[in-house]
């Protein structure tokens, strides 16, 4: 028996329509369901059309200075362009945004010196001499302060400022808590007693609250002002130092005045930085 014949017919196509797998063109994709929204507000191109937007992730760089009063009330308001001065930097950044308002945390750090009031009491002990409550002598007293602090901002965003928003103004609160060091160094001469210097030493904490502003450009450049409120408390138990000759023997007490304590009170900053 003949087996039969194998056809010799071709097999269909198998092969799939053209594109039915093909990927998708690059510039057609689009991210999950959600993040297109937050890509949209964190990106930079955005963030220079609205500058005094402080949104979540913004971040602000900005290095001042500083004038600190060394009493309350509200003299220190003219007081504090006439006691302590000092450098002042800071770091905020934005973290939650909600009806108008944004929150932000940071640290600060600053450094300061009383240049003129050093000048002006050393003048009054000199020449007042018993009158101001000291030995008669010639008294040279150089002072510092320094420290750092958290800080938190709360924002009111520009829309909800009109067309303040569109320039680029961006108003907030600010308070601020952290450790302070303060330091003396303290030289004394005197025809009848001799030659003497002391060292006097003091750790603290301070905190505050207050108002700012920043103007920010669409470039990303900030200028900042803020009018706080200081206060603090210090570790030490005693505010008096021995003043002792090279053999180490007690010539005079110094007894810290008030114009020589750490500022408290109104605070003036003026920064300029940048905000990415």
């Given at each position: 028996m003949t087996p039969p014949e194998l056809s010799l017919h071709p097999l269909p196509n198998l092969e799939p329509p053209p594109g039915l797998y093909a990927p998708a063109p690059l510039a057609d994709a689009r991210p999950l369901p959600g993040w297109d929204e937050r890509i949209h507000r964190f990106s930079v191109a955005e963030a220079r059309k609205r500058p005094g937007e402080f949104t979540p992730l913004t971040v602000d760089v900005k290095l001042g200075v500083g004038f600190n009063a060394f009493s309350g009330g509200p003299l220190g308001l003219a007081l504090s362009f006439f006691s302590w001065v000092g450098l002042n930097g800071a770091v905020d950044v934005g973290v939650y945004q909600r009806e108008g308002l944004s929150v932000g945390v940071g640290l600060e750090g600053f450094n300061d010196r009383p240049f003129l009031s050093e000048?002006?009491?050393e003048w009054a002990l000199n020449t007042l001499g018993d009158l101001s409550g000291r030995t008669a002598g010639d008294w040279d007293i150089t002072m510092w302060h320094r420290g750092f602090a958290g800080r938190v901002t709360l924002h009111v965003t520009p829309k909800t400022l009109g067309a303040g928003g569109r320039k680029g103004l961006d108003p907030y609160?600010?308070?601020v808590l952290g450790p302070r060091w303060?330091?003396?160094a303290i030289s004394y001469t005197s025809e009848s007693l001799g030659q003497g210097s002391?060292?006097?030493?003091?750790k603290g904490l301070?905190?505050?609250f207050g108002v700012g502003l920043n103007g920010v450009g669409e470039s990303g450049l900030v200028g900042a002002v803020e009018l706080r409120y200081l206060a603090g408390?210090?570790?030490q138990t005693?505010?008096?130092v021995n003043v002792t000759n090279a053999e180490g023997e007690p010539l005079v007490v110094w007894?810290?005045?008030r114009w020589e304590r750490p500022p408290r009170g109104f605070s003036w900053g003026f920064s300029l930085g940048y905000r990415f």
């Open positions: 000048r002006l009491g609160v600010v308070g303060s330091r003396s002391a060292e006097y030493r003091e301070r905190g505050g408390i210090s570790f005693s505010t008096a007894e810290q005045a």
